[in-house]
Structure formats: C-alpha cells, structure tokens
C-alpha cells in the first residue's frame, strides 16, 4: 500500500511513476481538515474543510518529456501534504501521462493532446492514451459538477514546447465561441512570468480547450520554455508560475497590478497547415524559434508536391513538427493583435 508514503512524504509522483497504469484510490485527511481523494494514478485532488467559492485544475505532463511542469506540480502537492501550503479553494492535479513520463517521451502510441473533446472515441484505434484521455475527461466532469452549478472553475494546462521560443514563455488561449476573453486572465499570467498569448481562431481536442467549451472554466494551455530532462530544468526560472499558482489556491481572491497594452504581447492565429502527405518537410532548420516570422512568399516548405509560403508579411511559426501524423496539425501560424474592446 502507498497510502503511508505519500502522507509521509508527499511523492505523489514517485508514486504514480511506480504504477504508471493504474492506481487503488485512497483518501484520508491532514491536520488541517483537507481532505486528500486520489483517484487514479496521476490524479489526485484536495478539498478544504471550508472551501471558498472557487475549483482549480493544475495539470501536466500530457506530454511526459515536458518535465519544468511536473516538477512545479510536485512541488506544490509535497507542500500541501506537509501542510506548509494551507489551501483556501478545492484543486485537482493530474500528471497526464505516466507511462511517457517513465520513457521521456512526448507521447507512447498518440499524442494524449489531441484527444479530448470525444476524439479518443473516434475510429477503431485503441491505445492506452485513448483510454486515459476518456477517464480523464471523466475525473475533469466529476470534480468541476460535484459542487453544483455556479462556482468559478479553472484550468491550467501546464507544458514545453518542444523548440525553444522568441518568447520563452506563452500562453494558448482555447477558442470561446463568441465569448469575451478576460484582463484578469492575462493579469494572472503577466504574474506567472507569461507575457505572450496565442489567441485560438476555431476549436480544438486539447485539455484546455475541453475545460473551457463543456465547463466554462478560464483555461489555457501554458507554456513555459523548453523540453529539457528532469534535473536540467532550472526551476528559478519558473518562481513567478509557481507562486502564483500557489496563491491561486491558498488565498481567497489574488489581486494583480494594472494591465496595459505594453505588457502583453498578443497573436492571433492566421492559419492551420495539415500535413496531408507523407513527403512534408519544413525548409527552416529544426532550431529555428517559435514566433519567428517570414516576409510574405518566402518558402516555409513542402506539402506532397505542393509549396507552403508566407501569404502575409511577417506571418509567424508556432508548434512546427513535420512528424505528425498524417492529417493531424504540422504547423500553426500567427499575427500580431491588439488588446482591444474584446477583453473585458
């Protein structure tokens, strides 16, 4: 049994790496009065005896080798546990995917990220992350309605990208669908130490967007920096994320400075490109920079016998990767925006 290994030390996530499939549920409650429901491996979730009005989400490692995400959500279960971080509302943390966390790999079969929203149940294909998207869309549903109706839900979606970025830490704003985006969001991620924000132009599979279109939670896919292995990360980089996110959850309300324009950097998304072939590549070297733009014409690469160019100037690159699958995302671009009447 784990149950007294993890009321002793808090590793959450030794635990869950050392049972990568599936994990009893357990429950018992601190001094403090929370209590501690783990459901699954890699979901565990904490309600104060006197929650305040409000129901967080932390999750990460829905790609297992973006590992600065793991190690803040370790580090703030371990405090919780040890009860040197007294929570004021109820949160959830889900390590996303164990397996490719014990592998150090993105993904083991599928890309656990462009699953939600129903897709691990489309086709005939079965993976262990198909099936742990559908229980993980089950755990999001029964922690965010088992208050009731009426309470204020979020959801951070913590990652790294795989290349390293202009802007090293960004945030993607899922679609709202007529919805207006919010200040405060970006007040709170000025505070993570995220100042760029990608805003999304159609829907998506993603975990945020999820959150956001079947909860209304305020939910974002965050990410900060770059892949690196566990121990190479440098986590002071990371305080600000951390803190905040830690605030979030110990305080009753956060209050953030003034926004103004200056301090955030805004894109919108201009267009999707598919791969559709198996002959794709890019034509820009595999270290060139999120966010790096191109003078309207110039060749970005080649689809089948087809050319991708530039169609405006300064059009930017986002999540390029030439080795998707066939019909899946191979590359977002953006164009800068203004923070308008939008956000209110």
């Known amino acids: 049994m784990y149950l007294q290994r993890l009321q002793q030390s808090g590793d959450f996530l030794g635990i869950t790496r050392e049972n990568e499939f599936t994990l009893a549920p357990e429950q018992f409650t601190l001094d403090n009065g929370t209590h501690v429901k783990v459901l699954d491996t890699g979901v565990i979730q904490f309600e104060p005896k006197d929650y305040g009005h409000k129901d967080f989400i932390f999750s990460s ?23 040197t971080l007294e929570l004021t509302h109820r949160v959830m943390f889900i390590f996303g995917n164990p397996k490719s ?27 262990p992350e198909r099936e742990r998207a559908k229980k993980l869309e089950e755990y999001v549903e029964a922690f965010f309605t088992a208050p009731g109706e009426g309470r204020y839900r979020a959801h951070y979606d913590l990652h790294t990208a795989i290349r390293d970025s202009k802007n090293e830490k960004f945030a993607v704003y899922p ?16 505070s993570c130490g995220v100042q760029t924000v990608l805003l999304m132009a159609e829907p998506a599979s993603t975990f945020s967007y999820f959150s956001s279109r079947h909860f209304g939670a305020d939910a974002f896919t965050i990410e900060l920096g770059k892949v690196r292995p566990f121990g190479e990360n440098d986590m002071a980089r990371f305080e600000k994320t951390k803190v905040t996110l830690a605030n979030l959850i110990s305080q009753n309300e956060v209050s953030y400075p003034p926004l103004r324009a200056e301090d955030v950097e805004l894109f919108s998304v201009y267009r999707t490109i598919n791969r559709q072939h198996e002959d794709f590549s890019f034509t820009f070297s595999d270290d060139v920079p999120n966010f790096t733009g191109f003078a309207k014409g110039e060749l970005l690469g080649h689809d089948g016998g087809e050319e991708i160019r530039a169609e405006v100037e300064g059009e930017a690159i986002i999540f390029p990767n030439a080795q998707v699958a066939l019909g899946q995302r191979a590359l977002l671009t953006v164009i800068p925006t203004e923070l308008s009447d939008e956000f209110i």
Do not use: Y
């Open 175 to 190: 679609f709202l669908h007529g919805k207006a985006h919010k200040r405060e969001q970006l007040q709170f991620l000025l």
């Open 61 to 83: 490692a829905v790609h297992g080798n973006e590992t600065a995400p793991i190690e803040i959500c370790d580090q703030l279960i371990r405090a919780i546990i040890a009860g």
């Open 101 to 127: 966390i014990n592998i150090g790999e993105r993904f083991v079969d599928e890309n656990l990220n462009r699953l939600f929203c129903g897709k691990h149940s489309v086709g005939e294909v079965t993976n």
